[in-house]
């Protein structure tokens, strides 16, 4: 079984530049998440996704971060513009109905430098 | 709001040495708790879980057990070898979400 992909690996663009993130979640899981994780910090939730539906942005700055998942499945984070203080790792999570006590199958991350 | 502190790293161990990561935490209620490891480069692997309290979780000779009482949820293994070499991030939440402590850097020199 494939994981949870994410692409590109690692990005690096300028301020003030958008940029986006692309995940696909293990197939058949309804629950996609996205975390940043900081340098020396644990992640973060921006915002959950059940199937198609964001259930949880709160913690997702909509000024400037925007996501979408089209059909429940694959899954973009979009940030325009970019500041320097938005350089992290962003992740992406899955997990299914099966799954209430949590443990999510996380991607490999992508890493942005802003620079 | 819920919380988790971690033990302070870098932790730096000779191999078959004996490891604990403390973590304590803040929750309302009765979350799961969780061990993640990253590897250099990787992402984030669930090692460990427990879902209710003096439930003891297990992997790979890790353990952990959920204590209640001292709102604790630390991190051990017997002897440790250089492939344990990661970051290790301690967790509690469920399905909507979890909630993580800083994280731990841990070396194993041969």
């Known amino acids: 079984e494939a994981g949870v992909v994410q692409s590109p690996r690692y990005k690096i663009i300028e301020k003030k530049q958008p940029v986006a993130f692309w995940c696909n979640p293990i197939s058949g899981h309804n629950t996609l998440y996205w975390y940043r994780q900081n340098l020396g910090q644990g992640p973060e939730l921006l915002i959950r996704?059940?199937?198609?539906?964001?259930?949880?942005d709160s913690q997702l700055p909509k000024d400037r971060f925007s996501a979408e998942r089209l059909k429940g499945v694959d899954s973009t984070l979009k940030i325009q513009p970019a500041e320097l203080g938005d350089s992290a790792v962003y992740l992406c999570a899955s997990s299914s109905r099966g799954q209430p006590s949590g443990g999510y199958t996380f991607g490999s991350g992508t890493r942005l430098t802003v620079v | 709001g819920d919380s988790v502190t971690q033990m302070e790293g870098p932790v730096t161990l000779s191999e078959e040495a004996f490891l604990t990561i403390n973590c304590t935490y803040t929750a309302t209620g009765y979350p799961s708790l969780f061990w993640y490891v990253q590897y250099p480069g990787e992402g984030l692997q669930l090692l460990l879980k427990a879902t209710k309290a003096d439930d003891k979780g297990s992997n790979k000779g890790f353990e952990a057990t959920y204590r209640k009482e001292t709102t604790s949820f630390h991190l051990e293994k017997g002897s440790v070898q250089v492939s344990d070499s990661a970051v290790y991030f301690c967790a509690l939440g469920g399905a909507q979400k979890l909630v993580f402590g800083q994280g731990t850097r841990l070396t194993i020199n041969p």
């Open positions: 996704y059940e199937n198609e539906e964001a259930v949880d």
